[in-house]
């Protein structure tokens, strides 16, 4: 980690064990990477001098220098595209694309370019790159700081996509990211950022400290892509979900007394099938949780195969609790996100049925 | 239509008329052609500034055109590269392999060997010439109508040609369109067949080559037309920005498909006129000039060489054949414009100039360009041994889930049983030949 967010992490945290927020535990990834493989550069939108918008990359520049960590024109396609060359050469570029919803300039790069270029050329060449990006909603960002658009990018063979939902996953996800050497999405729920989130944003933000996975341990650790987590065990119903509703379905389960088993995805592609299908098998009942909207959303994917693999095991039609088919609304936000009564609801009739 | 809002004063209004502009070529089917307003300078009168100069330097020649070969075949003025007659025989070499081996892959496609082929008629001189000027570990972003580059860099036709048939010797596993080429080997990127997005990472290669401290520059290619893609101002932005040492090469064919040049900007300014916006160093040459295209090229490559910048070159050619074999120009372009095209053909130009300066003659040619046309046919023999396009199904089923991913995973793995299976239901004895 770099000395300046080193400092804030002291500052933050009077523990004997070390524990961080997700920001500080993704800073101290790139630090590492960065340190371990000459190849590693980062580069986006504010990235350098400034460390980022949400200050992922501070202290960087300074540490490794302007031509390993450094700020970029305002042009996602420019971005993605100059990575894929870089990848080309052999560098492992990390570009991070400053809000999810401002990467759509970038997809002709991602999905026809970054994607394909192992199939294409037969593995001649590859693009090794890991895009990061903030995404979700939850902190006011109105439709273009608040989307979700994961399934946009699981449709595109070719891409493998990772969301992180603790501290601990961030760092050990990321660095196998940076590792992979195929295209990594790299989506990073902003809301749960600086803490974990109950669903409930009329409550005060419970910092990461105080969270069992805020646990960082210094140094070099990796996470496998495709492993997903096991966030508690239970007996009458799974729930599956990823980045910030792990949060929101932990707190809900628990308030309702329900035995739920709550798996963590953690990559949507790779997909942990046998985890999910071992859960379902074991509970009969299967809910499917997401902040990304509804239609085509990364839930349906999940229903289909659960379907598909679990149908004679299940006891209840599969549940699906999403955002609206709408633009992520301003004011009414916490009137769009899929929070605890959408939940709770959803819990009762599964049970009920 | 839009409603107007009702305190508009468009009623009664005697506000002038707005008039959309919808470009028109000049000449259509059956039209006779008149190029005599294209303004053709006299070879060898474009000053040649200094490789490290300022970009604003070069502004002039943006709206000029570097030309060396003159009417009289002979080379001019300061930006005669002065090549050996050895060098230029090499040239002139590989313009007949590329003639002979177009000729025989589109008699190929028609023949009914594979699904499609792209000439380079008329542009030879923008892929061979440029090439030649180029290190041949310099990397190469092309875009579709390079052969030229993997030709002068003796990539073996065996390859190409196994590639244009997807047949079993195809390294590229039938998985890309016909010459969509690949080859690490001669530094030289895989073709993606969307446009434009080569640009972007012609310059993200040069950036990592200068972020490595390495000597090696990148160069790429596009149609004019493809300019109007948002990726090329990417690449010009990010060129301008981090000094890449890059060069981008906008092959202005007048023609992308039906659409003449206007459509991507041509009636306004020139194509290298585009540098001037993000100060890089721009150069508007005579395409069809092989000298002026070398020239130019070797200019900006040891500008790049030299940390001194990027360039936007400009080669002002004509597309003399179709888009590709799926093409028909007789539907939208008079037939005359090839025939009247005043810059010529380069592989004539070219040999007039060698036989002027008494370095060739006619039964040479000749016997030069009969060689390429029996290289050309026995290499296209000897690829077909490894099967020609037919029903495709050459390679493997399994093959076609391989490189998705660096690893199987598990859903490729079953679709790959599937694919496996549901060969063996239709084939039970096994493939059928070709």
């Not at chain 1, 646990?215 to 009458?236: D, M, Q």
Request: include cysteine.
């Amino acid at each position: 980690m770099s000395e300046t967010a080193q400092k804030d992490a002291k500052t933050a945290d009077n523990d004997v064990e070390r524990r961080l927020n997700m920001i500080e535990a993704i800073n101290d990834a790139l630090d590492i990477m960065l340190d371990r493989d000459p190849d590693v550069i980062v580069m986006g939108e504010d990235v350098g001098y400034f460390g980022g918008v949400f200050r992922c990359t501070a202290g960087l520049q300074e540490k490794f220098g302007k031509t390993r960590v450094f700020d970029t024109p305002i042009s996602e396609c420019g971005i993605i595209g100059v990575a894929v060359g870089m990848g080309a050469y052999g560098l492992r570029p990390v570009p991070e694309i400053q809000f999810a919803d401002y990467i759509y300039p970038g997809l002709d790069q991602l999905i026809s370019e970054a994607a394909r270029l192992r199939y294409r050329s037969a593995a001649e060449y590859i693009a090794p790159l890991t895009v990061r990006s903030p995404f979700g909603g939850g902190i006011f960002g109105g439709q273009t700081h608040s989307q979700s658009p994961e399934s946009i990018f699981t449709h595109v063979s070719g891409l493998k996509t990772v969301i992180p939902s603790t501290p601990y996953d961030a760092k050990g996800l990321l660095i196998s990211a940076i590792e992979d050497n195929d295209p990594v999405i790299f989506f990073e729920p902003k809301r749960i950022y600086n803490g974990p989130f109950s669903g409930y944003y009329d409550k005060p933000v419970e910092p990461w400290k105080k969270h069992e996975q805020s646990k960082v341990p210094e140094g070099y650790y990796s996470i496998p892509l495709g492993k997903a987590r096991t966030v508690r065990e239970g007996g009458e119903m799974t729930i599956l979900a990823y980045g910030t509703m792990v949060h929101v379905v932990e707190s809900v389960a628990r308030e309702k007394g329900v035995d739920a088993e709550i798996l963590d995805l953690r990559t949507l592609v790779p997909l942990d099938i046998e985890a999910i299908e071992a859960s379902v098998r074991k509970t009969g009942r299967c809910m499917i949780v997401h902040e990304a909207t509804r239609t085509s959303g990364f839930g349906a994917e999940l229903s289909a195969l659960v379907q598909e693999r679990c149908f004679y095991h299940l006891e209840a039609p599969i549940a699906r609790v999403t955002g609206f088919d709408t633009p992520y609304p301003h004011s009414l936000e916490w009137a769009y996100f899929p929070g605890p009564v959408r939940i709770g609801e959803a819990i009762d009739k599964l049970l009920s049925e | 239509m839009a409603d107007r809002p009702d305190n508009s004063a468009f009623d009664g209004s005697n506000k002038p008329q707005l008039a959309l502009h919808v470009p028109e070529p000049k000449y259509r089917p059956g039209d006779t052609v008149d190029f005599t307003d294209l303004n053709v300078p006299p070879a060898g009168e474009q000053a040649r500034p200094d490789e490290t100069c300022d970009p604003k330097e070069t502004a002039p020649l943006c709206h000029d055109l570097v030309r060396v070969l003159g009417d009289d075949d002979k080379a001019h003025g300061p930006w005669d590269p002065k090549l050996s007659p050895d060098v230029l025989r090499t040239m002139l070499g590989h313009f007949a392999t590329v003639r002979a081996f177009d000729e025989r892959m589109f008699r190929g496609q028609r023949q009914g060997k594979t699904s499609f082929y792209m000439k380079c008629t008329g542009e030879e001189a923008t892929s061979v010439s440029a090439a030649m000027a180029l290190a041949s570990d310099d990397m190469v972003f092309p875009s579709y109508r390079q052969q030229g580059v993997l030709i002068a860099r003796g990539y073996p036709l065996i390859e190409m040609i196994n590639q244009i048939y997807s047949n079993k010797g195809d390294k590229l596993k039938g998985r890309q369109l016909p010459i969509m080429y690949s080859s690490r080997e001669h530094s030289f990127f895989s073709i993606s067949g969307n446009l434009a997005t080569q640009t972007p990472q012609a310059v993200g290669w040069a950036m990592a080559s200068a972020i490595k401290g390495d000597s090696r520059i990148a160069a790429t290619w596009l149609g004019e037309g493809s300019t109007a893609e948002g990726d090329f101002h990417s690449a010009c932005t990010f060129a301008a920005v981090y000094n890449a040492p890059v060069i981008l090469n906008v092959i202005n064919n007048q023609w992308a498909i039906s659409s003449f040049s206007g459509f991507a900007g041509a009636e306004r300014t020139t194509f290298a006129a585009r540098a001037l916006g993000y100060g890089l160093a721009g150069l508007r040459v005579d395409g069809n000039d092989p000298l002026a295209v070398y020239a130019s090229q070797k200019w900006a490559a040891d500008r790049a060489r030299a940390n001194a910048g990027p360039t936007l070159i400009e080669y002002f050619t004509y597309r003399a054949e179709g888009h590709s074999t799926s093409d028909d120009p007789s539907g939208y372009r008079s037939a005359q414009e090839r025939e009247e095209w005043p810059l010529g053909d380069p592989v004539m130009r070219l040999k007039r100039h060698l036989i002027a300066l008494g370095e060739w003659d006619e039964d040479r040619q000749a016997e030069m360009d009969e060689n390429a046309a029996t290289h050309v046919k026995q290499t296209t023999k000897e690829a077909e041994k490894n099967g020609i396009l037919g029903h495709g199904l050459h390679h493997p089923f399994r093959t076609m889930f391989e490189d998705v991913f660096e690893e199987l995973p598990w859903h490729l793995k079953e679709q790959a049983e599937q694919a496996v299976h549901e060969r063996e239901v239709k084939f039970p004895e096994g493939l059928p030949n070709r």
